[in-house]
């Protein structure tokens, strides 16, 4: 009960936006474009403008947001219900004070494992993966074991394939590791990926914004529009951030034939409907003379397209450049 009020405390004080803002933040990029999906444009743009606020979040708020958070999702509450001692509450006479305490132990035990390698959520799985194909099947399935599943499915792809089974077994019959184990083994990967994380220390921010805006796809200029009104600055930094289609066109040729190498004509067809002749000049000339006889001979033939197919299109051409930008294949910066 004290550990609760404790947690309650933390919080107090703070607006709901700035919870539901850290809250995205916390839960990743990929997770928070899900939902901002499916949430009103004025609401992501205030949520947004929020997250731009953020330096860093301390382990202790960090901590309490998510154990809101998850409380109210499992009681089904409201947070202009009573906060959080309300939710505990319902949580107790829902399931019975015994089964509560279970879950919340249970909720704080993954928390902290959790924590332990909360800096690895912004690493390349490549990059990590070569960091820890040396260690041994048990460590890497230790720490795979305290990663988001998605994101620990994708480090394990990465290595060769005979360890990778040994780390699958490993994971597969791993029992309870001591506390004192994962830490030791958070604090020397840490200490390895040192010169790694000197970039994703910091969490929120313009960056984060930027990022998530560039999935949103032509929903972003609307909400970049409107944040314009507000904060003409803070929408120039999110701006100078942002990837978008006409920073694609200006690539070097090099660059762009490798996205193209990567998409289906017909997505470059459908992308390159409206475009001036200047870019058109500048995709065509980045194709091997096959490829570009074959674009010609299918944008000639190709009907009326609608704005929203060209829009999802250009889109498929920015995912491709950005996981080239991200493995390395692509460098942004030299453009």
Known sequence: ??????????????????????????????STVKIFQHLEKDMVENISTA???????????????????HLYVRTKGFISSGGYDFARDILYKSLGKAEADEVLAKLSKMKLASQAFSYLDGINPK?????????????????????DPSKSAEVLMQLDEEIRVKVTIQIATIKDVSPD??????????????????????????????????????????????INGIDTSLATKIKENMF?????????????????????????????????????????NSMSQRARDRFKEEFEMSTKVKIKDIEAAQRKMLDVAQKLIED?????ENN
């Not at 009960?1 to 990029?29: P, Q």
């Not at 409907?273 to 058109?280: Q, R, S």
């Open 1 to 30: 009960m004290a550990e609760s009020i404790k947690e309650h405390d933390i919080l107090k004080g703070m607006s709901m936006l700035e919870k539901v803002a850290r809250f995205f933040v916390l839960i990743g990029e990929d």
């Open 51 to 69: 997250i731009t606020q953020i330096s860093s979040i301390n382990k202790e708020v960090s901590l309490a947001i998510l154990e809101e958070f």
């Open 127 to 147: 990059q990590l993966s070569d960091f820890i194909k040396d260690e041994s099947p048990h460590t890497i399935a230790v720490i795979l074991s305290h990663m």
């Open 181 to 226: 184990v994962v830490r030791t083994i958070s604090l020397v990967l840490e200490k390895k990926l040192e010169s790694l994380l000197s970039s994703i220390v910091d969490v929120g921010g313009v960056k984060v914004v930027a990022d998530m805006l560039n999935k949103l796809g032509p929903k972003a200029q609307d909400i970049l529009k409107n």
């Open 244 to 284: 978008v289609f006409e920073d694609l066109l200006n690539l070097e040729t090099e660059h762009i034939m490798k996205i193209l190498q990567n998409v289906e004509t017909n997505d470059v067809v459908i992308a390159m409907k409206n475009a001036t002749e200047e870019d058109m000049e500048k995709v065509t």
């Open 328 to 332: 390395g294949l692509i460098d942004r």
